[in-house]
Structure formats: C-alpha cells, structure tokens
C-alpha cells in the first residue's frame, strides 16, 4: 500500500502526461464516443445513397447536397437565418438597454441579474408552452382584448411568423443580457467622468466610449443569440405550425415522416458547419479587438 | 542524521541555475545562508529572487546540471517541500479559507502526528506568539480577518512547527505603511528571540535594510552584491545596487595616474581623486558613485583643497523635511543630487538659491569605486 | 450618474416580458375551469389529476433515473477533466479546451441525430439506456465549464501552503483542494442536473417509442392540447428548477478564494 503511495505522489508532484491522461481517459473517452464519433458518422452517412427504409445503403453520392441546394430547401435556410438575424437584433435592441440598466444598479446587480438568468434556467419546453398559452385564440391576451371590449374577433398570433420570432426573442434574450452586462461592468466609469469634462452629452459619451468598449460583450450575446436560433426546433414546431418550417424542422422530419436519412445528415452537416464558421469569425473579432478575450 | 556541526551554514546554493524555456531566471548563483540569520533576497520584479526562494522551498526544482541546493548539508534537489524543514509566509497569506484560524494553525501539526492533547496548546502559544489573543480570534474563519491579522495567522501556522528555516514571500505588501512598519519589528524580534532563520523576499530596499542581517541584491538571475546592509549600502558594488539601494550620483573618468595612495581620474565634468583601489588600471575607465548625503555644497571660490570638487549651477531646491535636496547642472548638462541636513529652513535655512553658482564636494574616501554589472 | 427615466421604465417593460407569460401560466394552474382563461375559481384539482396520470408519474421517474445517473457520472468524468486541464501540463491541452466546449455550440438538433445513427448502427435498443447515454455526454461540458472556473480562480498558494506544513500531495488533494472545489463539483452537478431534466430535443431522438421521460409526456400534452395539467406539471417543472438554479447559484458563489 505503502509502495502504490509512492507510486502515485511521484506521477502526482511530476505533473506528468501520464497523471493527466490518466484524469482525461473516462471523460475524453465519453466525449469522443458519444459526441465526436456520432457526427462523423453522420457526415459520412450524409455521402452515401438513401435505402429502402430510409436508411442508407452502400456508396458514395453527393447527390444530397445537391438536392439541398433545390430552392425549395434554400428557402427554408434562407427564412432560419433571417429569422435567426432578426431575433439576434432585436434581442439586442432589448437586451443591451436591460443590461445597461442592471449594470448600474449598485447593490440591486446580483438580484435583477438573477431574475434575467431564472427563466433562461428553466424548462425551455414550458417557456414555449407559456407563450402558446398567451398567443393561442383562446389564450390569455386574446381572452382578455376580447373581454376588454377591444376586438371582436381573436387576433392570430399563434402559427405566425410573429409567433416564433416572439418565441425565439423570449427563449434566448438572456443570452444576449449575461454577456453584454459582464462587458459593462468592467467599464471604467471614470473614462465616462472623463469624457463629460472634455465636454462630450450624453449622446456622445455613450457612442463613443460606452459602445465600443462593450462591444465584446455584444459580439459574444450576438453569437450566443444565433447560434442556438439557426439550430432551433423546437420554437417554430410548437410556435410556428406546419407552414413557418425552419432547417431544425425539416431535419427532424427527415428522421420521422419523410425517412430520408442521409439527406437528414446532409442538413445536419450544413447547418454544423455554419454554426462553426460563426463561432471561429466570433473568435477572430475578438482577438482582434482592443477590449477583447476573457468572456467566457 | 547526525546534527551536522553549528557553524555550517543552514543554507547553501551552490552553483545553481533554474531555466524557464529559454530564459534563466536563476543563473549560475552561489549563497550561504547561517543558523538564525535574517536573510533578505532584494532586486526588482523578475530579478529572480521569487524563483530563488521557491527552489529553496521545493516548489521548483535546478536545472539537470543546475547545481545544488543544500539545507543543513544535505542535498535536497530531489526532496519535496513537505519533506524539508521549511515553512513559509505567503504575500497573500494563503490561509485555508475552510479553516477557523485555529485549525489553520493545527493544520501542519496534524500533518505531523504531532500528539491530539498537545495541539490546543501549541496553537494557543503561537496565536499570543503573533500577538492573535486566542480568546477572541481561535474560532474565526479568515474571511473574519482583516489582512494584517491574516498574516498574522501564516506566520503563526508556519512557526508552530519550529522549523528550521522560514521563507517568507513579500508577506507585507499587501500591508499599509503604518502596520508594515510595526509588523518588520515583530519580524525582526521574532527571528531574534526563537533563533529561526529568516529568508525574507522583497523588492522594497528600504525594508530589507530595516530587518536584514545580510542582504543578497539580485538582477537578473544574478547575485549582483550580497553583504550587511551597511556594506550594501556604503559600499555598492556595481552601479545597478548603487541605483537601486537609495540614491546616488556617478561620475565617470579615465584613470589618468597614481600619486601617493590616490589615483586622479579624468572625466567630462571635471578631475577627482579616489583613494587606491585594486579595480583601477592605469589607463583605464572608471565609474564612480557617491551618495548626496555624503556631499556639501560650497561656494566656487571656498571649495576646500582637500575634497573632491565639481562646479555647476544651482537648478532646483527641495524641501524633503527631513533633508533639503539640492539639484545642480554641472558641466556637460548633467544633474547631481546633494542632501543637506534640514537644521530648520525657518531658523537657520540653507544659504542657496536656484540660479546660485556652487561646487558639489565629497572627500575622496566617500567614492564608491564601481565594477561592472 | 443617474439612469434615464425611459432607460428604467424600457427595462422594466422588458423584465415583464420575460416573467409575465410564466406568471400567467402559473396563475392560471390553478384555475378552475377547464378551457377558456377567464378566471373562475381557485383549485388544486389540476394538480390533482397529475398524480393520477399514469403517463406523469412515469415520465417523472424515468426523468429522475436518466438524471441522477447521468448527474453523478458527469460529475466525475467532468471533475477529473477539470483537474487535469487546470493543473497538468500536457500536449493538446488547447485543443483539448476547444473540444470541450463543441458540445456547447452544437446545436441539439445535430447532437441528437447524430445519437440517433450511432445507436441504430450498433444495434442498441432505444430507451432510458441510450437516453442515459446521450445525457452523460452533453453534462459533462457543463460540469467541466463550472468546475474549472472554480479552479482556475482558487489560490495556487494554498495547495503549496499544506505542503509546507508537511501534507503531501495525496494528503493536500484530499484536505484542502477537494473541500475547496467541492461547491463549484456540486453546482456543476446541479447545473447538470437541470440540463438533463428538462432536456427535449436531444431525448426525443434517442428514446425511440414508449415511455420515456417527462418532458417528452409534456411535449405530448402540449401537442394534443390537454387542460390545464399541462400548466400544472409545468409550474412544478418550473419551481422545482428553480430551486436547484438557485442553490447551484449561491453555491458556485460561496465563499471567497483568494485572500
């Protein structure tokens, strides 16, 4: 016992590869079987032939690809990233305000921010529920614009475009707040003080100091924004109905009703690769930038 | 392990280099270190002297033919930290911040099986030892403290153990000047009075003369000078210990020739003599440093014969309080630094004014002949 | 500097936004009356029902299995990562960094599908095993975000304090580095938690026909519309995570770590 002691101090206080891969092993080893080798084997299912069942038979073909690049399926792409740019600003025309806000607010900080962070914890199936459940025709706003005397029939906002925007704004917008409000608070306020003696109104201070020094900040919740909305499902299943159809939708329905697999993949891998182009363009601006790195 | 004889030195380096990559941040160094002796390692940031302490505490081992490293000869290149008989004061305490103070005081005593009835009173001993009144502060965790009474539970912690040697780590920097000061006298009595040596590391000069036996001046990876601080301070080495211990002025000059015991050395600003040395070469270059308070100021024409003189014009007068610092052009642009003892501006004020013709004087004994860095 | 009026009150329109929809699903849990969101009555029978939902209980119970597992395996297998990454040096350690985070960005879409071809290709049944599986994977970046932010923030100098007072690395380890991570472990575990609870996407791909977890039964009612229970579970759902956000929260907080 004595011996494996010794043993096991000599490979600890060396701090060797082999103490550290020894530490690695279990969870690396997870990672790559269950995580890394998957999307390979996707992607390599993306190549080959669809078969009978919808699976995929022997082969090589890039035939599904090409089919994605039929206008049909670039129109669903195209509509995923509007939608997904257009709830990545206005979450940001909502968000940075919220955390400007909270970001001055002295002792009340730790508290408002919890409260922005709490629905972002929670269920996100439920949240999407919460807003069925306000936008239906027989939900909460048209119920009470009904009752109020103010419309006659029920508004549809439920199965709309504005329904999934609402939903994709309400799912992510704490995403955009955290990394805007850690950016604005390690601004310096004295470089504000500084500003105003050089004789700068408040218009100006904020596009010239506050803005640009946040800007990490916003960059980061501006990914943190569009990535999870280029990927979303969920949203525009429950929010959006058979006719607001995003990439997430017609991925999944490849592996359900309309069995094609290997197409399926092929969406998959294209839908992969762009999040990736953003994350390494989000990594390049920001070693770039003067204010740049440590937002993790 | 027989004790080995008393009058070895506890510490010894012996030639050892520690490498970073490509950059040596201990090069090639050699000290001795004796029983009970406040030992300060002094330099500026990235100096080595950090590295230094760390290599003696085992947190950082020589290079493969870097040398030795020696507590109470014995080699311990190879021994880990809690097999040496070392405890060491961190600059940010480093207190166990799940402990209450007096388990962080019992903590090394665990460690070695020192016996359960013993502790509480061992703890009790070092906390009043640190002037900590166990009473009030053995059952408070560390984000209770304040910092100076967090350093005071390292040093407690450290010293129950009654190591042979204590590092310690800047531990007063994060203090404020007026407990600072107080706490360099604890430091001081105490390696006094429990007869432990003290390997203090400082970037502060100031400090390491207050409380050091003897004092190692490092840059660079180097031992630029290592003596009392009298000996620093007086007699700087190289012109780098000159700049960093206190102030001082340097002149430099051409040897020109030997007259009796005093070489006469030729340099732009003017002739001054320096008393035999065997650094100076006939022929050779010469750097000096003298020190403002061992200058007066003289008027041109009442410059004594037997002191070094060098005349300029008076360009600024500081009142420091303690002294009054007077700053002269000379020949060639340069400025010098005279210190005068402030007697009392309002009783008896020093007769000179910016503007003023003067000669800046020293006896030739006062000239710190320098060596390379 | 005093905040613009508009500033405060644009905020708090944006807060309301964020918490009137759960409010009102909540409120409206304990409506009585079956359709229509005029309120009639207070009652617990919606919750009532709950409990007699076969398909519920169920659900619950498979949630709870896939997350406690899935939870404590992550939680090692993220620890020993966090370790390694923060205290060894070794080569790869970057990109190994980089690859930790993937799982993060990928969308869950991809993530479950990818699953789903894995699983079918080796023949494995679809079920709370490969469910487990998929949850494990997708925890364990969690668990070693949090854990090694806790450990890149603790002093150094205190593990090399114990050391000087004579504990050595095994020793030092097991006294001062674990109960020192062990809020940061802990709120990883919750966090991980959380994320295995409520996980939909993802499960839906590898759970295959039958029972399965709990959101996927909500999913289910939501789909077909069913009375208010669906506003029941979810109210639970929501302040049972609540809690567990709540105290990962004060956890990951406690206690400072540098002197």
Redesign the interface.
Known sequence: MAGLRQRVLAVM?RRTELGAWALLAPGTFWLLLFFLVPILIMFVYSLMPRGVYGGVESGFTLEHYRRFFNPLYLQILNRTFLWSIAATVICLLMGYPVAYVIARSGKWKNLLMFLVVLPFWTSFLVRTFAMIFLLRDTGFINTMLMNAGLIRQPIEMLYTPFAVMTGLVYGFLPFMVLPVYASLEKLDLSLLEAAEVLGARPAARFLKVTLPLSLPGVVAGCLLVFIPSLGSFLTSDLLGGAKQVMIGNLIQNQFSAARNWPFGSAASFIVMALVLAAVVAYLRVRDRSPGGGGLR | MAAPPSDQPIVQFTRVSKSFGDIKAVNDISIEIHRGEFFSLLGPSGCGKTTTLRLL???EQPDPDGGEVRIAGEVVNRK???ERQ???V?Q???????LSVERNVA??LE??KVARAEIPDRVVKALEMVRLDPGKFSLRM??QLS?GQ?QRV?LA??LV?RPAIL?LDEPLGAIDLKLRKEMQLELKQLNKSLGITFVYVTHDQEEALTMSDRIAVMDNGLVAQLGTPAEIYENPRTAFVAKFIGESNFFDGKVHGCDGDQWEIRGPLGNFRVPGDARLTEGGVARIAVRPEWMDLFRPEALPPEENGLVGTIREVIYLGETIHVIVTLADGADCTVALRNEGQLIKPVPWRKGDRAAVAWPPEDCQVLEED | MKLPRWLVGFSFLVYLFLHLPLIVLVVFSFNDSKYGVSWVGFTWDWYRRLLEREDILNGLKASMIVGVTATVVSAVFGTLIALAVARHRFRGRTALEAFLYVPLVTPEIVVGISLLILFVLLGLPLGIGTITIAHIAFCISFVVVVVLARLQGM?Q??E??????????I?TFW??TV??LWPGIISGALLAFTMSFDDFVITSFVSGTGSSTLPIVVYGMVRKNIEPSINAISTIILIATSLLIYLADRLGQD?????
């Open positions: 206080h | 505490a085992g947190f880990r930290p809690y070392i405890g060491m961190f940010n305490y480093a207190i166990f911040p799940h903590f090394g460690q070695h560390p984000d910092g967090r390292a912690r450290a153990l590092l | 002093d100098n205190l090399e304090a114990a050391m000087t007072l004579g504990a050595d690395e020793t006294k001062i109960p020192l206690r400072p770590l540098k002197a």
